[in-house]
């Protein structure tokens, strides 16, 4: 039987650390035959509803749960491990300004970014899905850079909720099954500016496009709906959404790990510098994923529109890299 994968997640006390345990532990996200050892991180005062997250999980009784440790030390809670999840960040609070939550969270994923570098397996790959998830996932590359261990092309930012709300409000206006559809595309900042691309998209053969036939549907109703379903969420439950946020998760790493089957998916990456994306800026694009690494889908021809969509979005992450700029010593 195969030995076991060391999982770290981070701010795993939090609502989506909640729906997310208990699948990578039932075998949702590393395989039905792939034992795991969860490494528990969150700060001092979350350690209490921690040990009750990990009696439940003691009392699921899962076959391939193999360990669990729980911790307030990033030193123990990335030792030797392979998947790390970094769920846990600073919410804005009342009247708090965006450049205070940057530099907030500037300082949680230098630290996390630095302990990734010094006690990471080598081959560890990194989902940053605490927000903001590009921004702090640059900031934990940068940081773990100077360690030369783990690659920076290790450090990855969630985009796949917004590529699964995309593909959802797609499959409705088209009549055809989510699973039909392939070749989706989201570019940019896991933010309102993202840039959900529906131009490739097919449905069995079918152009997607060309079966919708409405740009105005694109640019009125897709795009915004995508865009502001975060906040349509929280203002319906009255808390952020923190099931589709784990579900994502689960897909981002499940995939990178075990392949995509030669479909596109959505990640936040390290840019190469190519389709006009500044090298080193984590933005998102598609990717076709196998034996465990992920690989650009080159070549696509952006338009006028995709353009200025995609230029926008970067221009916000600019200017949460110039923000930063200045915490990365
Ligand atoms: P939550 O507030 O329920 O849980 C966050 C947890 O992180 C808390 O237990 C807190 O104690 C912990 N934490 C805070 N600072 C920490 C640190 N330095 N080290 C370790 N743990 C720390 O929040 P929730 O709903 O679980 O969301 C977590 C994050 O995920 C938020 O930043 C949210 O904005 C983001 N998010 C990202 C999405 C994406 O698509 N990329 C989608 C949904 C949420």
Request: aromatic share 6%; glycine share 10%.
């Amino acid at each position: 039987s195969k030995s076991p994968i060391r999982v770290t997640v981070t701010g795993a006390a939090g609502q989506i650390g909640y729906s997310l345990l208990f699948r990578i532990a039932s075998g949702e996200m590393l395989g039905k035959d792939q034992p795991v050892i969860l490494q528990l991180l969150d700060l001092p005062q979350a350690q209490k509803a921690l040990a009750g997250v990990i009696m439940e999980l003691e009392d699921c009784a899962f076959p391939l749960l193999a360990g669990v440790i729980a911790t307030d030390d990033p030193a123990i809670a990335f030792k030797d491990t392979q998947a790390a999840l970094l769920v846990g960040a600073r919410p804005r609070g009342p009247g708090m300004e965006r450049k205070d939550l940057l530099a907030e969270n500037a300082k949680i994923f230098t630290v996390q970014g630095a302990a990734i570098g010094q006690y990471a397996a080598p081959d560890c790959r990194v989902l940053v899905v605490g927000n903001p998830c590009n921004t702090n996932a640059y900031i934990a590359k940068e940081s773990a850079k100077k360690f030369g261990r783990v690659p920076a092309k290790n450090f990855t930012a969630m985009l796949r909720l917004d590529h699964n709300r995309a593909l959802s409000q797609l499959a409705s206006k088209s009549g055809r099954t989510v699973s039909s559809l392939k070749n989706l595309v989201v570019w940019g900042n896991h933010s309102p500016t993202m840039y959900a691309d529906y131009r490739f998209v097919t449905s069995n053969g079918d152009k997607v496009k060309a079966l919708i036939n409405d740009e105005a549907w694109n640019r009125d109703v897709f795009l915004p709906t995508v865009g502001k379903r975060g906040a349509a969420i929280i203002e319906a439950r009255g808390l952020s959404s923190a099931a589709s946020a784990a579900n994502a998760a689960i897909d981002h790493m499940h995939d990178w790990f075990l392949g995509s089957n030669g479909e596109w998916v959505t990640m936040g990456v390290e840019s190469d510098g190519s389709y006009g994306i500044p090298a080193g800026i984590i933005y998102g694009v598609p990717v076709i994923t196998a034996n465990g690494e992920y690989t650009r889908v080159e070549g696509l021809e952006i338009d006028a529109f995709s353009r200025e969509r995609m230029d926008f979005t970067l221009s916000e992450l600019t200017e949460e890299r110039a923000g930063v700029a200045d915490l990365l010593v």
